[in-house]
């Protein structure tokens, strides 16, 4: 994967937390797995993390693959009602569809224009399509010219650098070893954009039941770091 200049620097710019789509707001589960006891050393946090790549594997990233590759806009309200339903937890798929919306209100705030991402945006704000993370994401980044490669990994880094952040808080872990399961962790992001080629864009699926039972629990924490 080779990148220009300027693409390496727009992937740069979204992947990024301060990219504001509100992500770092989110634990996915983690606040309640560290509230039960089984969140608490950078070795349980890289396991998560890695069943976390797993469910992104066959939902999110082919949901973002085929969003990329989209030149209708129906294929890209299906994608995103499909990547939707493979959410069984409320709170996981209202963040997605917070997060999904903040990332097309900040890509137009630093001049990104597609015809397709328009009609996308106008169909999420009629609430005809859910405006998933995955969906938003790979329609903005096609519209910013970064290749689908670029744009999958950028995907999974950006989350699970999300993800990380949320477990150095919790457990909490200095910034060394956070940086160190990023790290460990970069093959396995590889590996996940890889098997996302396998999976068609209407059968998506994700199997984390730890990480949606840990969503379903985290509304009914007594006191909570992220949103709920």
């Known amino acids: 994967m ?8 727009d992937l740069l710019q979204v992947a990024d937390s301060a990219f504001p789509i509100g992500s770092f707001s989110h634990s996915l589960g983690l606040e309640s797995l560290a509230a039960e006891g089984a969140l608490a050393s950078a070795a349980d946090l890289s396991r998560t993390g890695e069943r976390l790549l ?9 949901a973002a693959r085929a ?3 989209a030149d209708e806009l129906e294929s890209l309200l299906a994608a995103d009602h499909a990547v939707t339903a493979t959410r069984s937890a409320r709170e996981s798929r ?5 997060m999904g919306r903040r990332m097309i209100v900040a890509a137009r705030a630093i001049g990104v224009s597609d015809p397709l991402l328009d009609a996308y945006e106008e169909s999420v704000r009629g609430e005809r399509a859910p405006g998933s993370h995955p969906v938003a994401w790979g329609s ?4 910013m010219g970064v290749s689908l490669d670029a744009a999958l990994h950028g995907l999974a880094f950006s989350v699970l650098a999300g993800f990380v952040a949320a477990g150095q ?3 909490p872990l200095g910034q060394g070893a956070a940086q160190g399961v990023l790290r460990e962790l970069r093959c396995t992001i590889a590996a996940a954009v890889e098997r ?6 209407l059968g998506v699926f994700a199997f984390a039941p730890e990480l949606e039972i840990a969503s379903m629990a985290h509304e009914r924490l ?3 770091l992220f949103a709920s």
Do not use: F, N, V
């Open 2 to 9: 080779r990148l220009g200049s300027t693409e390496l620097l």
């Open 54 to 62: 797993g469910g992104l594997a066959t939902s999110d990233l082919p």
């Open 67 to 69: 969003a990329h590759g």
């Open 94 to 98: 209202e963040a997605s569809a917070a």
């Open 140 to 143: 903005s980044l096609r519209a």
């Open 169 to 171: 808080k919790l457990i």
């Open 196 to 201: 996302s080629r396998d999976i068609e864009p």
């Open 222 to 224: 007594d006191g909570r």
